[in-house]
């Protein structure tokens, strides 16, 4: 059964950089792609960006000047970095595993996490 | 970019009635559409992928179809469970939500 779980701090600064870590079990991280997806409190859904195991990244365009994927093989893990975070940064940050790639969609999601960027 | 027009944006039905949902893609994505399912609090969930296919245990009630730039979502009768927001995802060129559909009962 495949699991996602993400972390990180709850309150990030303005200006600061966003830092989470989604860790996976169950599966290989190297078997998939996996993506990062935002929701501001109350609004819908914003794909952030997907990182394979090999290096290969692509972002939303609107963010992708501030965003870094990542992945850990030997930890199980990808990361997610956000730069200069404004208050419009303020969201609960899923991770997921993202098979569309392979017929599929996200699935499975972690819980979420949100974050609050606030001084 | 593409850009995903979902509507309507809310609706309140009665238990028993046939829900229509649609998105239309700004462009076309071929099958290349997801449906989900989110309810409050909750990580959303996959429930059609590639516009018409049902994921594994998911309830028959559900269905989806269509193609190139225009979608349609059914629940073919509203059950009290159904209540929750749904979302189209495509990924015919990187990601795209649409803005989500808030489903009541009446």
């Known amino acids: 059964q495949v699991q996602l779980q993400e972390s990180g701090p709850g309150l990030v600064k303005p200006s600061e950089t966003l830092s989470l870590i989604c860790s996976v079990s169950g599966v290989p991280i190297t078997s998939h792609y996996w993506s990062w997806i935002r929701q501001p409190p109350g609004k819908g859904l914003e794909w952030i960006g997907l990182v394979y195991y090999n290096g290969h990244t692509d972002y939303n365009p609107s963010l992708k000047s501030r965003v870094t994927m990542s992945v850990d093989t030997s930890k199980n893990q990808f990361s997610l970095k956000l730069t200069s975070v404004t208050a419009a940064d303020t969201a609960v940050y899923y991770c997921?595993?993202?098979?569309?790639?392979?017929?599929?969609?996200?699935?499975?999601w972690g819980q979420g996490t949100l974050v609050a960027v606030s001084s | 970019d593409i850009q995903m027009t979902q509507s309507p944006s809310s609706l309140s039905a009665s238990v028993g009635d046939r829900v229509i949902i649609t998105c239309q893609a700004s462009q076309d994505i071929s099958k290349f559409l997801n449906w989900y399912q989110q309810k409050p609090g909750k990580a959303p969930k996959l429930l059609i992928y590639?516009?018409?296919n049902l994921e594994t245990g998911v309830p028959s009630r559900f269905s989806g179809s269509g193609s190139g730039t225009y979608f349609t979502f059914i629940i073919s009768s509203l059950q009290p469970e159904d209540i929750a927001t749904y979302y189209c995802q495509q990924y015919g060129n990187l990601r795209t939500f649409g803005g989500g559909t808030k489903v009541e009962i009446k």
């Open positions: 997921a595993r993202d098979t569309v790639t392979t017929g599929g969609g996200f699935d499975p």
């Open positions: 590639d516009a018409s």
